[in-house]
């Protein structure tokens, strides 16, 4: 439905993409574990980078800032970014605790916030400068159970004999990877097997 509201232009330019999600985890969590690629980015971080590079594609610029955890993973991280014709967007991501989980996208017509938490099934609004509102609601989904609609698509798309599904296509994922890769390059995250300047 968000991709049909942007497809149709009823925000107008797209300039702004607003995107968070932390969590809290046990102490004991796989997370916190440096030899299992742990820290927020590669796990939750890539809900607001997808969202982003979806909605503005890749970035031109990304500046990242981050803290690292006592464990040795990263614990907490921003990134501005700026995409072609001047759109920007502001992440964050962090394994302190839960947070809203919320996303926005704002255009020189309208402004949508997805319902937290936006990287599950619910609802929306579309917000106008002269105070009328549209909003779509579908039932929230749980952490977990809103997953069978990804998992849908690939098994479908795999019996179909296809490598890659319409909703999600491999490039959109290289598109997150990469954001993901610079925010690692400037940040010094490093994972199991690779070397000092190799990320």
Not at 76 to 100: D, R, W
Not at 153 to 178: F, N
């Amino acid at each position: 439905m968000i991709r049909q509201v942007l497809d149709d232009g009823v925000l107008g330019t797209v300039t702004t993409v607003l995107a968070e999600y932390g969590e809290y985890f046990d102490r004991r969590h796989r997370i916190f574990d440096p030899a299992l690629a742990g820290g927020p980015l590669l796990d939750l971080g890539t809900y607001p980078l997808a969202l982003i590079t979806e909605v503005l594609g890749p970035p031109d610029r990304l500046h990242a800032v981050g803290r690292q955890h006592e464990s040795g993973v990263n614990a907490q991280l921003s990134a501005i970014m700026e995409f072609p014709g001047g759109s920007q967007a502001v992440m964050n991501t962090q394994l302190h605790n839960f947070t809203p989980t919320a996303a926005t996208i704002v255009g020189s017509a309208a402004t949508l916030t997805i319902d937290g938490p936006f990287n599950m099934p619910g609802g929306f609004e579309v917000r106008f400068p002269d105070g009328s509102r549209l909003r779509h609601d579908e039932p929230a989904g749980g952490h977990f159970e809103g997953l069978h609609y990804e998992a849908a698509a690939v098994a479908r798309a795999i019996a179909a004999g296809q490598t890659e599904t319409t909703q999600r296509p491999l490039a959109s994922s290289i598109r997150t990877l990469e954001a993901a890769d610079e925010i690692r390059r400037q940040l010094g995250i490093e994972f199991p097997g690779e070397h000092s300047g190799s990320a």
